[in-house]
């Protein structure tokens, strides 16, 4: 008797578990789940990346012969000390040349000394928290080492934009549109073929990169951008963004979504060096977040704005790297895509 109680308790177990895995109920505590812990991982990559910036090398160009190596020794310990930091020298022959370096952004700031006395060329457009550290540490320490200084900034952001926070949220749109146009015509149009789908989400990004930039420079004034290019930027990360979420949607179905915000927003963004310059991120952030879209993004469209005729291909290599690939695997599987005629 007692067997057949235990048999018929087991039985009953099993219809319940049955019935549970095919309502609506378990993939609803399914998402319940993946959203509290996907909350709790998205505020500590934000809270990693953000939220104690510390400089550990900034890289700064030194021109000319001093009159006193020691006066200068002693003013590079100093901001060393007051930075926590080390400043990663470099030696040009003049200041030309370490102009130059500032605008390929090898260098954040240059030290010479001029007249008998320290001068400090910051570069504002080149990050915006890095050079707000040197100014706030550079008169302190002068003074403390007894070393006249002259601060100025050789390359300021634009009036609309003080903080430099602009393009990291054009970035960030087009990062996040980019995707979540993927995923609307996923749920919206299932019926398009991957040709169609390919071709729809190069329209949304094109229409998409250029409302950004019609918005942030036209309409509101933010930011004076280099139209064409900024625009191209843009709608090429939208694009990347969109491929990279069908290629997870082909490879793993409807839960795409989770792997795409991870890389994108949670990893991404917070590493791409839009929000807080490179030298300010944890190393690891630091090191790779260039190989990543948003940080691709953020890299091109900073250059585009404040270092115009210095623009440099890598960036745009990264975008079309991951751009391709998604799309190879996107069509090489384009059969287990949901939906499509």
């Keep these: 008797m007692s067997q057949q109680r235990d048999t018929g308790r087991a039985h009953r177990i099993r219809e319940k578990w049955h019935a549970f895995r095919v309502s609506p109920f378990l993939p609803a505590v399914v998402v319940t789940f993946i959203v509290a812990v996907a909350a709790g991982l998205f505020a500590g990559s934000y809270t990693y990346a953000f939220a104690n910036p510390t400089p550990r090398h900034i890289p700064t160009a030194v021109t000319g012969v001093p009159a006193s190596e020691v006066k200068r020794a002693q003013f590079v310990q100093g901001m060393e000390r007051a930075l926590g930091a080390s400043l990663r020298l470099r030696h040009y022959p003049t200041y030309a040349q370490a102009l130059h370096a500032v605008n390929e952004q090898q260098v954040f700031a240059i030290l010479q000394e001029r007249r008998g006395r320290a001068e400090l060329d910051l570069s504002g457009a080149s990050g915006a928290s890095v050079a707000q550290l040197l100014a706030e540490a550079a008169p302190r320490v002068s003074s403390s080492v007894g070393v006249p200084l002259v601060v100025k900034d050789i390359r300021p952001l634009q009036p609309g934009d003080p903080r430099g926070l602009a393009v990291f949220y054009i970035s960030l749109a087009s ?36 409302s950004i930039c019609a918005v942030v420079d036209w309409g509101l004034g933010a930011l004076r951008l280099p139209f064409v290019e ?44 839009g929000a807080v310059s490179w030298p300010l991120l944890p190393s ?58």
Aim: glycine content about 10%; overall charge positive.
């Design 284 to 341: 690891l952030l630091g090191t790779i977040g260039r190989w990543l879209p948003p940080g691709a993004s953020v890299n091109a469209q900073h250059t585009a704005v404040y270092f115009r005729h210095y623009q440099h291909p890598f960036p745009f290599v990264v975008l079309a790297v991951w751009a391709v690939a998604a799309g190879t695997v996107f069509w090489v599987w384009r059969h287990r895509h949901p939906g499509g005629r």
């Design 230 to 273: 900024s625009w191209l930027i843009l709608a090429l990360t939208m694009f990347t963004s969109g491929m990279v979420f069908s290629m997870f949607n082909v490879l793993i179905g409807r839960w795409a979504l989770l792997p795409t915000w991870g890389l994108m927003v949670m990893l991404g963004n917070p590493s791409s060096g």
């Design 175 to 210: 990062v996040i549109l980019g995707f979540i146009g993927a995923v609307q015509l996923s749920v919206h149009a299932k019926e398009l073929t991957p040709a169609e789908r390919i071709a729809f989400t190069v329209a949304y990004s094109l229409l998409g990169g250029f």
